[in-house]
């Protein structure tokens, strides 16, 4: 993992990216060196770079190089084709719209194969080699609790395993709660063990501080060069979140980002702007549709807006707009969340949820500046004064505005209950600490993956 502008991303998809721009490169090339003769070639470079830029930038956005992409959501043929589709739609606009920017039918065809081709050569390739053990960081844990075992599942739900957990240190006093054939002995020193074992990292992972940890061992670690990284940092870099389980308050006041500074307010302010205006350029003919099929499936007599209180930046309260999804009597009795299926939810509501087109009323609120385009989702204040007083640090996530999208909704499905608001809050205070125009760019565009492929939405 790399970290860019505080913002952790996986070194391997970012060298996987990188290749496989080249291999698309390399598709149209070839295949104009093949169909086009010497003497109306001179584009063929730069039309190869555009290929490339486009079926690239379609497959980052399907969340082809995703790391947190579950095997579960992969679905690689299916992402691919999608990709390759909206590829396909980009690149006969710019013909359209730039007459001599040429790609030849034939071109296009003998290049979308052999792209493809390389795609999944390229990912086989990938997935066969990337999780060899020689390729994995090897980590040692200092801990054999329950702490300690956790750590053992974080890689399960993804495809390419980025460490190995090579060993548990059980200390003095320690209830141990890792299989026993997982424990390493300390018949030398740490630091003579952690070379014999090839450790690349150490990660503290007790349940009980007062169990005394080697200080002058890992301080001899150290100094000679191995890292040693606290449960929380350790957290924060391989998954992208804020560990609740692992939460203390030394750890947020002395740790780096949750920077609020003037500079970073206007250049969010000013994205926000931006992004919106954009947005809407391309929206208004979907809310236009959307408007007007409300207004006809309620026979011309209900709203097509609904307002709903929720609770914004520093805990003030403001109304968000939405298209109305569900029937006007659909809280008659009492607040609840959404379920599967619900049956409040309207034919034309079901619909536009999917593709989260009932958020998009929410420009307005970001253009009159009680949102942002990226943040933390907007919560109803009867959720929110519960929340708070059960669910420590809840609170937190209302330090920056609300948002349109945001880092939970990205890497976390919809939310139906107390509990599922907990494990969205550790993305909430991940992007809270972390946030920068980067981030936000890079929340923006994976959204398109959520749009596309609905996720999380009822």
Known sequence: MIRVFRHYISSVYLWLLFAE??????????????????????NLVTASLVFSFLLTFTCAGMGLYRRSLSTEDYNLLTRTSSSFALAIVALIVIDYAIPHFFITRSVLVGAMGLAFLAIMASRYLFYHFANLEALKRRVLVIGSGEKALQLSRINDSFIHKAFTLQGFVCLPGEICTVPKDWLTPLDTSLLQTAERLGIDEIVIAVDDKRCGLPLNALLDCKMSGLPILDLMSFYEREQCLISLDNLYPAWLIFSDGFAQDGLRKFSKRLFDILASLLLFSVAWPFMAITGLAIYLESSCKGPIFYRQTRVGENNACFQVLKFRSMYTDAEKNGVQWAAANDRRITRVGAIIRKFRIDELPQIFNVLSGEMSFVGPRPERPEFVSGFEQRI????????????????AQLCYPYGADENDAIQKLQYDLYYVKNYSLFLDLSIMFNTVEVVLWGRGAR
Request: net charge neutral; charged share 20%; aromatic share 22%.
């Open 21 to 42: 721009a080249g291999l698309f490169f390399l598709a149209l090339y070839l295949s104009g060196e093949f169909f086009i003769a010497e003497d109306a070639a001179q």
């Open 392 to 407: 420590p640090y809840y609170r937190e996530r209302h330090r920056v505005k609300p948002g349109i999208t945001g880092w």
